[in-house]
């Protein structure tokens, strides 16, 4: 027999039932959630993230939700580290930590750690983003692909965050951070872990994120992204540009008509989830994979043990 792992971790693609599977087990058992949402971390930003709702959080403890301001920068590395001591104050109290969410990112580096990077030079991040205020992220990502053209193509253009920091990683060390990365390999888990990974038909799993979309604006996902303005948090965020914002944003500036805006967010959020199913497939084995009623019936096995 296996042994309990140190940590369940359950994941899948946006809209393919996580939180419905938590709900069920708390009725059973003492978990508290430690959320794997590079998003839900905002402040603020509750509809168009999916956050869970006030009644949920009063039904059984999230954590690393609504713990920065949108203009605030958080990475893998900060997550994991934070997890692992949430996760250690949740076993301290008789309680059993469940991590949840879709950045796999954050749950790979949770699970295998993360590449030793040089410490950050704020100098270098401030020039970095001058540079880029004056002359774009495209003419940055263009000067990544120049010198680390195998990282460049994992990031996106508009992605100022990890293009500042792979660009600090070059000036700081001289050397490429694919190399750095590859050197790493994630190949060594670092905890021991039992990950769940939601496996769904892929038509069900859409005709979910379209209603989940049309759902978000009757909650008030345009009066919210209108706060946000209103608060001073620029459209040029990286938290701004997140899937629902960015298109709504076009909505409230008169450049798109309300049903253009909820279609693009739509199929955004579709194409994220055929992102998410790609990281999966390529980042865990088969047996990982269970259905929504299956991945509730093998958690629910594992924490009897």
Known sequence: MNPKPDLI???????????GIILKLAEKHPIEIISADSMQIYRGMDIATAKPTKKEQELLPHHLINIMNPDEEYNAGSFRSDALNIADDIRSRGNIPVVAGGTGLYIKALVYGLSEGPTRSEDIRKNLREFI???????????LNHHDPDIAKKVSPADTSRIIRYMEMILLTGNKPSEMHKNHGFKEKKINARIICINMDRDALYERINLRV???????????TDRLLNAGYSPALKSMKALGYKHLVDHLQNRLSLDEAISLVQRDTRHYAKRQITW???????????????ALKTIDKVLLK
């Open 9 to 19: 971790i359950l994941t899948g693609p946006t809209a393919s039932g996580k939180t």
């Open 133 to 143: 205020s004056s002359n774009g992220s495209k003419k940055a990502w263009d000067i």
């Open 214 to 224: 049309l759902n978000m604006v009757d909650m008030g996902i345009l009066d919210e």
């Open 280 to 294: 999966n497939r390529g980042n865990y084995k088969n047996d990982r994979f269970f259905s929504p009623d299956t």
